[in-house]
């Protein structure tokens, strides 16, 4: 899941774990739909996230007073139609595996598979060497043998080929080789867990243990349920002697966690070089999951993501004698600088067209109990810039959670500067981190910062150069700059907002499509909207999932692994997930692998 950044301080309050326990990964279905949850339990079982709870009782109140909705607007959050497999060779073995699932001997076969994996302690840290170099990449060489016990028809029948060492990809040749083959993605490492928790974790973290319910330890949600749902899926349609006509593509990368870089990284060049770019049709990843919000049950696959830069202010001025000091240090000058910063955030502006707003289009096309004023407006935004106004004043402004999505955020996350009590500072210096809103650029980003503290630059007679642009030059003064501010690229680890994956068409039809189908038929359901799908997004993340190394493989990428938005501990203790909820990721793997057989893209 998300990878919250060494230096990622999102506006959330403290856990009582742990440092780590704020870096969660963050869904847009939490973001904007757990917010409007009016549900008692929800709240109180989310109690570490007082955003939340105060959005909980804002809405509670709200909804008191107001009347069921039920009526949707024409063409607003437009539903794709349910989608079973429809030859005959699809039909039957989904029928008998959904059948299967449901046995005992699944079950304990299921429970067996993830809880082997989890007993892999398969951390990646920051920064590390590449494999090879650091012998505690050794663990995803257990992954990897582990699986080769596990799963030995898919070791049989498909291809393997290890990127990078630890990087799995593997291939599944399909009958007709003009359909174009897709891609299931799933990481093999974990968060590390901190040593100082593990007195607090209910099981051991890395026990696997099943009480009955769920199943224990790091990585039980993040991701290795996804992995091994995926594996025991074409283990089983192995099993029944299915064979794909579209080729099915494996990559799991092994340090997501991290960067993604070394795993994803590499992966996503093997891919393309020998598949070419848009040689695949999607491309689906652990991402949004389902949950219920304004009593309306919603799957919010993330469908776009923020991009993100550290921008480093430095300061420098002649050093000397603290006892006589000029009216500023680089110290003194850079407060002001950041003061400046903190005094011009971003605007939050809700964008027609963007994610977070056809989110909300849905919440309010489909929300059962949506306050009516909120709904109203909603409607109206898509046509009023007023009605956008009272969206953003009644439901924007009011959570932080949602604002971060919809602009770009800056936070200052490091300062430094002097080294001893009597002398003046020669230098000062700290770094500004931004995510960039998925409308934004980083182009407009860097502009914009230069721009800000231009002024008060000048105010101070020192020079300015904004990302290699002398923006206030030494020539602006008569007499020497007392000195110098230079802003720029902290660490090259820049990326621009993610394409936007289309929401409209036949790839995302035929997602929405499956959802639909796995869901009804793990409920034993009929209908076509017993689920709604709606776009979604993740909060600004460093390094979301790996999918930021494959946006040249296609356009459609889904970071979706129809998880029950309820699941805990996810990057904290207590990781687990419900049997349950696993047994139901295995129904959508399995409903997408016999729907992308015969669909017609
Ligand atoms: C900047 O320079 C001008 C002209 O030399 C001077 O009047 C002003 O006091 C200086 N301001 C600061 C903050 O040093
Ligand atoms: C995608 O393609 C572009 C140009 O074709 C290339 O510059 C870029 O490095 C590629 N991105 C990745 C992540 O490989
Ligand atoms: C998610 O899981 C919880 C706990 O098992 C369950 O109560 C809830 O009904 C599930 N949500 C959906 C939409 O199935
Ligand atoms: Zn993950």
Same mark, same amino acid.
């Given at each position: ?8 301080? !999102? ?11 704020? =870096? ?31 959005? @909980? ?13 039920? &009526? ?34 699944? *079950? ?38 582990? $699986? ?13 080929? *290890? ?12 009958? &007709? ?110 991402? @949004?999951?389902? &949950? ?19 921008? *480093? ?5 002649? @050093? ?11 110290? +003194? ?27 909300? $289009?849905?919440?309010?096309?489909? +929300? ?25 004043? $009644? ?22 500067? +002097? ?50 642009? &002398? ?8 007499? =020497? ?29 035929? !997602? ?30 460093? +390094? ?8 040249? !493989? ?20 207590? #990781? ?7 047994? #139901? ?17």
């Amino acid at each position: 899941m998300v990878k919250e950044g060494k230096d990622d301080h !999102l506006p959330t309050p403290t856990s009582s774990n742990n440092a780590r326990s704020n =870096k969660k990964g963050r869904y847009l279905l939490y973001a904007i739909l757990v917010p409007c949850f009016v549900l008692g339990a929800f709240v109180s079982s989310r109690s570490n996230y007082p955003s939340f709870v105060e959005w @909980g009782t804002k809405i509670n109140q709200a909804v008191s007073r107001c009347h069921q909705n039920t &009526d949707n607007a024409a063409g607003v959050c437009v539903q794709a139609r349910v989608l079973y497999p429809q030859s005959s060779k699809n039909a039957e073995v989904w029928t008998e595996f959904g059948k299967l699932l449901e046995t005992d001997a699944f *079950k304990t076969l299921a429970i067996d598979k993830l809880s082997g994996l989890i007993q892999i302690p398969s951390e990646s840290y920051d920064n590390m060497p590449p494999p090879g170099e650091d012998p505690r990449w050794e663990t995803m060489g257990q992954v990897h043998d582990y $699986l080769a016990r596990a799963f030995p028809l898919i070791h049989k029948t498909l291809s393997l080929t *290890k990127i990078n060492t630890y990087g799995l990809l593997y291939e599944w040749t399909g009958t &007709d080789s003009s359909l174009k083959p897709y891609i299931l993605a799933a990481h093999q490492d974990v968060v590390p867990v901190n040593p100082e928790t593990i007195g607090a974790w209910t099981y051991p973290p890395y026990s696997g243990f099943f009480d009955g319910i769920n199943i224990w330890g790091r990585g039980a949600t993040d991701d290795k349920a996804s992995l091994a749902a995926i594996m025991l899926t074409l283990e089983t349609l192995l099993e029944k002697g299915w064979t794909p006509a579209r080729m099915v593509v494996l990559a799991f990368g092994f340090d997501e966690e991290a960067s993604g870089l070394h795993g994803a990284g590499s992966l996503g060049k093997a891919l393309e070089e020998t598949y070419g770019q848009n040689a695949f049709e999607f491309i689906v990843d652990e991402g @949004g999951g389902f &949950d219920e919000a304004y009593g309306t049950v919603f799957a919010a696959p993330a469908v776009a993501e923020k991009g993100y830069i550290d921008v *480093k202010i430095d300061v420098t001025s002649p @050093g000397g004698h603290s006892s006589v000091p000029p009216p500023h240090t680089t110290i +003194g000058y850079l407060s002001s600088l950041i003061t400046e910063f903190e005094k011009n955030p971003y605007p939050i502006e809700l964008t027609r067209g963007s994610v977070p707003h056809d989110t909300l $289009l849905c919440a309010a096309s489909y +929300g059962q109990t949506i306050p009516r004023d909120l709904k109203h407006a909603i409607l109206k935004s898509r046509h009023s810039d007023k009605a956008m106004r009272k969206v953003e004043e $009644l439901f924007v402004l009011s959570n932080i959670w949602y604002a971060s999505l919809v602009g770009t955020t800056q936070a200052v996350d490091i300062i430094s500067g +002097g080294v001893k009590a009597n002398a003046l500072p020669e230098s000062a210096s700290a770094i500004l981190n931004h995510r960039i809103n998925t409308e934004s650029s980083i182009k407009e980003t860097t502009t914009r910062d230069g721009h800000t503290i231009a002024d008060l630059v000048y105010s101070f007679n020192l020079t300015l150069n904004a990302f290699g642009e &002398d923006l206030i030059p030494a020539s602006a003064y008569a007499s =020497k700059a007392m000195g110098h501010v230079e802003l720029s690229l902290a660490f090259n680890d820049e990326r621009e907002p993610a394409p936007r994956t289309p929401t409209t068409g036949k790839h995302w039809e035929f !997602l929405s499509g499956t959802i639909k189908a796995t869901y009804n038929a793990h409920r034993g359901l009929e209908g076509e909207d017993n689920i709604i799908i709606s776009p979604g997004m993740s909060t600004g993340n460093t +390094g979301f999932t790996d999918t930021k190394y494959y946006w040249n !493989l296609t356009r459609n990428i889904f970071r979706y692994n129809h998880n029950n938005g309820t699941s805990a501990g996810v990057h904290t203790v207590n #990781e687990n997930i419900a049997l349950d909820h696993y047994l #139901e990721m295995v129904r959508f793997f399995t409903t997408l692998i016999v729907n992308a057989d015969e669909a017609d893209f």
